[in-house]
């Protein structure tokens, strides 16, 4: 229980020097502090009441956890059902051909830019769920303008237009849940990231199977409308849901230093991974050092003025060096998926249920993962649980081209499962960490990085298999996966504090 530290005496006797002297403030700031004491105290007991809570529990106990992880699992869902069937929507229905159907893929490109202008905007206002929503609702315009398409354009500019900017809705949830969870201090915080990143990878699990028997017993633009839907209805869950301002603290001019809660400053640039990582030394004024930390609360550190200003890019380098890592790694799914079904159908003759049970074995082992690789990496951290996850890629793309066997390809795709069970529940996680100033911007430029990957898997790939043929195409993500363990291991010994 809390215990005030000034008594009525005290109070009454600054009160009456304040009289005295004219100029009222010292009694009023003596019971600012209390107040401020007595709400830290709340806070801080609250948080150690939850921290026994299982992150489950704790996810569906909380309104926002709960809605944004319902939302997830719809954004999972609707794109999943979609991508498969999008090419044949292209040239069935519109009559384009195979080569134009393929650079359809590449409108994603736009993702990137229209997730770091969403990102960029969502730190300046710390509205994470306003942006969310209207994101939603452009990838709802996006899908039903392409299932109402009548010229084979319309598609191309829908999608590097109007999806392009459905696709930072995920990373301004993520966002929001970073501010909440801050504010909320719990032990199995990352717990509960995890259990959002599940319910997306629940999506992407049901979505194509659910996509093909809309699709068979309607037709493609029902199925394409029915993804339109759900996209939509990412913001249900959330309902009129308010979140707290966000907290993420601006980057400031030398010698400014902001904390978000009473006595309690905020780590300066020189503490944060991404200073470290940078060897930047911490830099603060005599006026400053004699001052000690300044106290704003979020609404405060906004109106700072013009000692605000986004990340540079020298605060961004370890976060787009993580990303680039990252795009190495994922570059090898757009390669599996395009070439390791042909490869089980027309060289090893694979009968097509085995061939699903192959492919569909991934996600499976993914979820089962996701939250022990949370467990694991409280211990080891997150970076090195990478450099292990990273390996499994080399060593499963490694099966791929070389077995040439159904359990020799099992294998391949549960390492894979190995692989996303680490990155996608920790991958969001150490991004907002590499930028902390901008948590939004870290999101958007980590979850967006997919579209780059695909375009350099889809180029790679394309070039691998018409000079070395299948499988030997697979050697080129086992490449890239060895450079991202080196890269990894590297990060790993710079960033400090460790992540």
């Known amino acids: 229980m809390f215990e005030p530290r000034f008594g009525r005496h005290e109070l009454a006797f600054c009160a009456y020097l304040s009289f005295l002297d004219g100029e009222p403030g010292c009694a009023e700031g003596l019971l600012a502090e209390e107040l401020d004491m007595e709400r830290v105290a709340e806070e801080r007991q609250a948080s150690a009441g939850v921290g026994g809570e299982s992150a489950l529990r704790l996810t569906f106990r909380t309104p926002l956890y709960r809605g944004a992880t319902v939302a997830m699992f719809l954004s999972g869902l609707g794109f ?4 498969p069937q999008i090419a044949s929507f292209l040239v069935n229905e519109l009559g384009g051909s195979l080569t134009e159907a393929g650079l359809f893929y590449l409108t994603s490109l736009t993702a990137p830019v229209a997730g770091y202008l969403v990102g960029a905007r969502s730190d300046r206002t710390g509205r994470r769920l306003g942006l969310f929503r209207l994101c939603a609702a452009a990838g709802f315009v996006g899908w039903a303008g392409i299932a109402l398409s009548t010229q084979l354009w319309m598609p191309y500019v829908l999608s590097a237009v109007a999806l392009a900017f459905a696709g930072a809705a995920a990373s301004q949830l993520f966002a929001a849940l970073h501010d909440e969870l801050s504010a909320r201090p719990s032990p199995n915080n990352d717990g509960v990231v995890a259990v959002v990143r599940m319910a997306l990878t629940g999506g992407w699990v049901v979505g194509p199977v659910a996509g093909a028997f809309l699709a068979t017993q309607t037709s493609l633009r029902v199925m394409l409308f029915a993804t339109a839907l759900c996209t939509l209805a990412q913001i249900v869950p959330l309902g009129l849901t308010r979140t707290r301002a966000s907290q993420s603290p601006p980057t400031l001019s030398a010698g400014t230093t902001l904390a978000t809660e009473p006595g309690a400053p905020l780590a300066s640039p020189a503490e944060t991974p991404t200073a470290a990582w940078s060897g930047a030394p911490r830099v603060e004024s005599p006026e400053a050092q004699a001052a000690g930390p300044a106290v704003a609360g979020p609404a405060e550190a906004r109106a700072v003025g013009s ?12 976060l787009l060096v993580f990303t680039g890592l990252y795009v190495l790694v994922y570059a090898g799914e757009s390669i599996k998926y395009a070439y390791l079904p042909i490869y089980m159908n027309q060289q090893l003759a694979f009968p097509a249920g085995l ?3 192959i492919i569909g074995i991934q996600p499976l082992v993914e979820i089962v993962l996701m939250p022990i690789a949370v467990v694991v990496a409280r211990r ?12 499994f890629g080399v060593v499963a793309n490694v099966c791929f081209a070389a077995t040439g066997t159904a359990a020799g390809l099992f294998a391949g795709q549960i390492l894979m499962g190995g692989v996303w069970g680490v990155f996608a529940a920790l991958g969001i996680i150490v991004a907002q960490r590499l930028l902390p100033t901008a948590v939004a911007t870290a999101s958007a430029i980590f979850m967006s990085s997919t579209a780059i990957s695909s375009a350099l898997g889809g180029a790679a790939g394309g070039i ?5 043929g299948l499988p030997h195409v697979f050697a080129i993500p086992a490449v890239l996966s060895l450079a991202a363990v080196a890269g990894l ?3 790993t010994r710079k960033t400090r504090p460790a992540l």
Not at 80 to 83: F, K, T
Not at 380 to 385: E, P
Not at 464 to 468: L, T
């Open 80 to 83: 999943s059902a979609a991508a």
């Open 380 to 391: 080891t951290g997150m970076l090195r649980l990478m450099v292990l996850g990273a390996g």
């Open 489 to 491: 291991a590297v990060m």
């Open 464 to 468: 691998g298999a018409a000079v070395v």
């Open 355 to 357: 061939s699903g049970a």
């Open 307 to 318: 000692g605000v200003r986004g990340p540079g890019v020298r605060a961004m380098v370890p």
